[in-house]
T-cell receptor, first 115, second 114 residues
């Protein structure tokens, strides 16, 4: 119930294209869904996050779409640039409830944006 | 504001040895979480400390342990190292526990077990 499933494992997109990464979760208690970006040799860094009271959140070229009924959320990167080449992790956690929750990560998507 | 620091950055050990990794969180952050990152398993949660108390523990054997000091600095210890312990060990700090606000990651300690 703590799992977050992420796809695809790897993604190659041409410069200027749209990158789409999908995640699905089981635990209905999850109510905070961040995306982290990791460059080689660095730790992950928060990119954008969403709570389930909204269906979409946009920050610059990055958009999270959230479908509560399907228990799915996705990251869209518009106008993808070579500098976006990194590994992206979705994650989820709960902010309340009897359980002692921690941030649960998907297995990551390695994005390569080719010129 | 200084970021999360981890020492050492690289470590080579042999099977059976033990190792201690250190993490200094961002000033004012009381929550420190540890993760193991491998190509096959991704980021796996080890444990979280908040105000010197272990708040949560992932599904790792008892060879993995940790502690947090009164200044919020944290250490992680792995005893009787196995080849499969080779990984990048990341720590992350945050203001509140449970991953409910932004976790700031350090650069990690790359552990190689020979």
């Amino acid at each position: 119930q703590q799992q977050v499933k992420q796809s695809p494992q790897s993604l190659i997109v041409q410069k200027g294209g749209i990158s789409i990464i999908n995640c699905a979760y089981e635990n209905t208690a999850f109510d905070y869904f961040p995306w982290y970006q990791q460059f080689p040799g660095k730790g992950p860094a928060l990119l954008i996050a969403i709570r389930p009271d909204v269906s979409e959140k946009k920050e610059g070229r990055f958009t999270i779409s959230f479908n509560k009924s399907a228990k799915q959320f996705s990251l869209h990167i518009m106008d993808s640039q070579p500098g976006d080449s990194a590994t992206y992790f979705c994650a989820a956690t709960a902010s309340s409830g009897a359980g002692s929750y921690q941030l649960t990560f998907g297995k990551g998507t390695k994005l390569s944006v080719i010129p | 504001k200084a970021g999360v620091t981890q020492t050492p950055r690289y470590l080579i050990k042999t099977r059976g040895q033990q190792v201690t990794l250190s993490c200094s969180p961002i000033s004012g952050h009381r929550s420190v979480s540890w993760y193991q990152q491998t190509p096959g398993q991704g980021l796996q949660f080890l444990f979280e400390y908040f105000s010197e108390t272990q708040r949560n523990k992932g599904n790792f054997p008892g060879r993995f342990s940790g502690r947090q000091f009164s200044n919020s600095r944290s250490e992680m210890n792995v005893s009787t190292l196995e080849l499969g312990d080779s990984a990048l060990y990341l720590c992350a700090s945050s203001l509140t526990p449970g991953g409910r606000d932004t976790q700031y990651f350090g650069p990690g300690t790359r552990l190689t077990v020979l």
